[in-house]
């Protein structure tokens, strides 16, 4: 008898926190993309032409190089905290967008997903109340789901958070919330950012209840016309924890993010850290170092912007073209990846999506994307990895798929 025939009930036991942990929807999706001759318009992925294959090849050799032939730094156990060199860095361009920050409050971490972990652990019991924007990233909902929060949804426009709304919302609750996690720039999904005036009236609420801030900010180097306003850590850094990332900028590979804390709560991340998996890989932190050391990103950034900016003007015209006399209704975002659609009344994106892939297109259903009450009708579209052609055909497909629902 072949031994998985057995019905036998499964020795392991679940915890709790393991049964409030759900599968990504997006990475469900990118299953289907798989299949030939399906479009992509699902995965946030960065275009990996603009992996700099040449500047990371040579700075793995110059890492390899160093040290001695008995005791090579670069493949030896490293600090907690990070590389000094790289968390210096992050500090000085942090100083660059307005920032005063130390080193010392800089924590390297496995990619930004990382930093949103250790934030759950150490500020989320269960039960207590944690504040998002409507809608919000699809991870951060799925990283904070394990320490079993309260979560809540902030009311929010196209301009992100209401601050009216959030100070009514602050007043009738009984409990103040552990924090408010917000995207400023470019946010996934919607792609909206917070104008200047907004983040400074969102955070004037925010200061008179106590109410800290996670801004997450993966996205903000990929402004096409003009850089977003200054962070929200510019503005209260007490009150802010600043999460970072070099995926969208180098690899997303390398899997190498950064946390910024107040002086008083690093050393609980840090702890969070060790736990977790004692230092981020040292050898990824060098080759990193390496190739941001002598302005490296001044040169490359901008190529991605270029890039896809042109990637977004190819989106945004197919479907004003493609979508013209349908209730449809789409964002206009000045950077990042994303563009959030709105079908027409009475259509649900998650029933569309297998007549959008029977079409030879793939996008992702916006209702993961909301932490309550989500909108049937809304989905998001990446931009930054198809050719014009592409975008035109996937929009083509898309819009086929909705004339023939609404017939």
Not at 19 to 25: I, L, Q, T, V
Not at 49 to 54: K, W
Not at 106 to 120: F, K, P, Y
Not at 218 to 225: A, I, K, Q, S, V
């Amino acid at each position: 008898m072949n031994p998985t025939d057995l019905k036998t009930p499964t020795p392991w036991r679940l915890a709790a926190r393991a049964e409030a942990m759900n599968p990504s929807a997006i990475r469900e999706i990118l299953k289907i993309t798989e299949r030939p001759g399906i479009l992509n318009f699902a995965g946030g992925l960065p275009a990996p032409e603009t992996f700099p294959v040449e500047a990371m090849r040579a700075a793995c050799a110059a890492v390899l190089a160093e040290g001695s032939t008995v005791a090579r730094p670069s493949l030896q156990y490293a600090a907690s905290e990070g590389l000094p060199e790289l968390r210096q860095w992050v500090a000085a361009e942090m100083a660059r967008q307005g920032a005063r920050v130390s080193p010392e409050q800089v924590l390297i971490t496995t990619g930004s997903q990382q930093g949103l972990d250790l934030v759950a652990k150490v500020l989320i019991d269960e039960g207590a109340p944690v504040l998002v924007e409507t809608p919000t990233y699809l991870g951060a909902l799925q990283a904070f789901a394990p320490m079993q929060p309260r979560v809540e949804s902030a009311a929010s426009d196209d301009e992100g958070v209401v601050p009216e709304a959030l100070r009514a919302q602050l007043a009738a609750s009984p409990e103040r919330p552990r924090f408010m996690y917000l995207l400023p720039n470019f946010q996934n999904p919607t792609g909206r950012t917070m104008p200047d005036a907004r983040r400074e009236a969102v955070l004037a609420v925010c200061r008179e209840a106590g109410l800290p801030v996670i801004e997450d900010n993966p996205y903000g180097e990929l402004w096409f016309d003009a850089p977003p306003p200054a962070p929200l850590l510019a503005r209260w850094p007490e009150g802010v924890i600043y999460l970072g990332s070099f995926s969208k900028i180098l690899a997303p590979g390398l899997r190498l993010g950064y946390v910024i804390a107040p002086p008083a709560l690093y050393p609980k991340l840090l702890q969070a850290k060790q736990a977790a998996d004692l230092h981020t890989p040292g050898f990824n932190q060098r080759v990193v170092a390496e190739v941001l050391k002598d302005g490296f990103l001044d040169r490359h950034v901008p190529t991605i912007r270029a890039r896809y900016k042109a990637q977004r003007d190819a989106m945004l015209d197919a479907l004003a073209r493609h979508m013209a006399g349908l209730e449809v209704t789409w964002t206009q975002p000045v950077g990042g990846m994303f563009v959030w659609v709105r079908l027409p009344p009475g259509m649900d994106a998650q029933a569309l999506l297998p007549r959008a892939v029977d079409a030879g297109m793939a996008f992702v259903p916006g209702g993961p994307f909301y932490a309550h009450a989500p909108d049937p009708r809304a989905l998001r579209l990446s931009f930054v990895t198809s050719t014009a052609a592409q975008t035109e055909q996937g929009m083509a497909a898309l819009a086929r798929v909705v004339r023939a629902a609404v017939s």
